[in-house]
């Protein structure tokens, strides 16, 4: 980082926009009274500035926080995006402020015995096509399955029923989306756990207790000449752990992370002996403290040995050093170029040799070519092959809300990153492009043969903070199918919102349907909008939303085809008190015959939720 300081903000300023990106509020006890205590004190002085204050930022109010677990604000300023807040005060009041926000002490999570499987784990060394082994079901990221590997077909798809539910401990926000290896799911926890369960049970088969919530998908590798695979998962601290998928024995781990900023909210992938990992910042956050020093991070893919976990390369998004160009209003230094988080899951093309990964927007000026991009990279060495830039001179950071903070960019832009890497997929002739979705609301092919060159693009949002397109469209059988939130206007609106799901010729962009997101019944925290990823197979198409509801949609017209209402208490394998919430970040999994979807998502005041739903078609 060449000698650039980095600087801890003080609590109460950083802590503005901290929560207003990490806010997670779940289901509590709201009947015991608060108490004078050392906790009422902490928040008093560190915190009720920002949640109590004049609303001019999206932090939750105190009787939002009231409503959170113990365990979640603990981890939160231990483990999450609030970690360098709770780094500068005692144990005892990191502690003492969450007991008293959830009004109960802070106790760890036990399972009864029931909700362990008891009997030996089968076979795992057998690799199959029909695994779910990494963002989107494979390397190539399309989200599509076949109708062998889904196990269903689209006619299964109007008698589908709850087969079985699992409930995450004092969880409040679900965004592992589940791997499958035959019959065996591997799911990532709020609080760095990660489950092994049966897929038709759902019944714990192993549990692997990590340092840091697990956001993607736990990826899984092929065997290897022993037999033997490996279950690789990184948490939000940037740490990557291989584990034996058998027994859940941790085999290495390695920390990737390079700045005290760093993070991962994306899913590795692995593919010839290496675990490809991309890196993002929460420097956009802690910019919006007029005396951060702001910024000095790069995003970056990391490609590590799957059977040492050592570092082989690693490719910064930004090619330069961040340094010294000038001076805030405050009168604090400003550096630059920084940012370009990755913050998506990276895609393999074998055949071509590349990785693909969607980058976002620079956090100060000078802005970089590589910004709110789509980078192709060399599988081997991580050496820069070609980039697409969709949007140029995007500067922001979280200074530029409602009242434009010291570390704002002068003419921000408009906060409009990729938050997929594109898919590899084939057109109805045989030829292979790439397709991705952007926040701005655009959707965009790419030709892989001619360095990104764009075949087509199509607006099917107007875009914003939150999408536009956020977390991913899917392909298949000819055609693109992009969940559109459109919930936050953005900084230049252009048009008007189209919240719902599209359906795009994959040759041509020519829009063929559309569906407008179902409007919200009379409860809080439920926007009409999609903003998770979408799954498909032939003839459906599965796509999650923010009221909660997980729904099934005809590929040739878009008509309804089933829907499931996850807003409600649920009765659970594992013995946990359990609810569904709003759907967002990784979308369902389809495997084994079976549709899976983690539900809770109470980041941007949306519905909190701890739970993992699993539905199959129902018996006769």
């Not at 990826?219 to 990184?234: L, V």
Request: one cysteine or more; hydrophobic letters at 40%; glycine letters at 12%.
């Amino acid at each position: 980082m060449s000698g650039v300081p980095y600087q801890v903000a003080p609590t109460s300023l950083l802590a503005l926009r901290l929560i207003a990106i990490i806010a997670v509020v779940a289901a509590g006890d709201a009947s015991l009274a608060p108490a004078q205590t050392r906790g009422q004190v902490v928040y008093r002085d560190k915190c009720a500035g920002c949640h109590d204050g004049d609303g001019s930022v999206r932090a939750p109010r105190s009787t939002s926080l009231n409503a959170m677990t113990a365990r979640a604000i603990l981890a939160t300023l231990t483990q999450g995006a609030m970690r360098e807040v709770g780094a500068a005060l005692p144990e005892e009041d990191r502690r003492a402020v969450a007991e008293y926000l959830s009004r109960r002490p802070v106790a760890p999570a036990a399972f009864p015995a029931s909700a362990y499987c008891g009997r030996p784990l089968g076979p795992t060394s057998a690799a199959s096509a029909l695994d779910w082994t990494a963002w989107g079901g494979s390397p190539s990221g399309t989200g599509f399955r076949t109708a062998e590997q889904a196990g269903l077909r689209a006619a299964d798809v109007p008698g589908l029923e709850l087969r079985w539910a699992f409930g995450f401990p004092d969880g409040t926000v679900t965004r592992s989306q589940p791997s499958v290896a035959g019959n065996q799911i591997l799911v990532g926890g709020q609080f760095g756990e990660i489950y092994s369960l049966d897929l038709t049970t759902g019944c714990i088969q192993w549990v692997f207790e990590g340092e840091a919530a697990v956001k993607g998908v736990v990826a899984i590798s092929p065997p290897n000449d022993m037999g033997q695979r490996t279950a690789i998962a990184a948490d939000f601290r940037t740490t990557v752990v291989a584990l034996d998928l058998a027994t859940g024995t941790p085999r290495w781990k390695t920390r990737v992370g390079d700045h005290p900023s760093s993070n991962i909210t994306g899913s590795p992938v692995v593919h010839g002996g290496l675990v490809y990992v991309p890196v993002s910042s929460m420097e956009v956050v802690a910019a919006g403290n007029p005396v951060y020093r702001c910024c000095t991070s790069s995003g970056a893919v990391v490609a590590l040995d799957l059977v040492t976990g050592a570092v082989v390369w690693r490719h910064r998004a930004i090619e330069e050093d961040a340094k010294e160009v000038g001076t805030t209003s405050a009168g604090v230094p400003i550096f630059g170029p920084a940012g370009v988080p990755i913050w998506s899951s990276p895609t393999v093309d074998a055949r071509r040799g590349l990785l693909y990964v969607g980058t976002g927007e620079n956090y100060t000026r000078p802005t970089s070519p590589t910004s709110d991009a789509i980078l192709a990279l060399n599988l081997q060495t991580g050496r820069l092959v070609w980039s697409f830039q969709a949007t140029a001179d995007d500067a922001y950071n979280m200074a530029c809300g409602i009242r434009k903070g010291a570390n704002c960019p002068t003419a921000h832009g408009p906060d409009v990153d990729f938050g997929q890497a594109p898919l590899l997929t084939t057109l109805p002739d045989g030829r292979e492009i790439l397709v991705v979705g952007q926040k701005l609301g655009v959707v965009y092919a790419l030709d892989p043969d001619h360095r990104g060159a764009v075949v087509w693009q199509a607006r099917v949002g107007r875009g914003g903070a939150l999408g536009g397109i956020h977390w991913g469209v899917v392909a298949g059988e000819g055609r693109v199918f992009a969940p559109v939130s459109d919930r936050l206007t953005g900084i230049d609106p252009v048009g008007e919102a189209r919240p719902g799901l599209h359906a795009l010729d994959l040759t041509t962009g020519a829009v063929l349907w559309s569906q407008p997101a179902p409007p919200c019944v009379a409860r809080a925290g439920c926007f009409a909008a999609f903003s998770a990823a979408a799954a498909a197979m032939p003839g459906a198409v599965f796509a999650g939303g923010l009221d909660g509801s997980l729904r099934a949609y005809a590929a040739d017209d878009g008509r309804l085809l089933w829907a499931f209402d996850t807003v409600r208490e649920l009765t659970t394998v594992n013995g946990v008190a359990a609810r569904g919430g709003a759907i967002d970040g990784p979308g369902p999994t389809i495997a084994g015959g079976m549709v899976f979807v983690s539900s809770g998502y109470a980041a941007f005041g949306q519905t909190p939720g701890n739970a993992l739903l699993a539905f199959g078609v129902k018996r006769p």
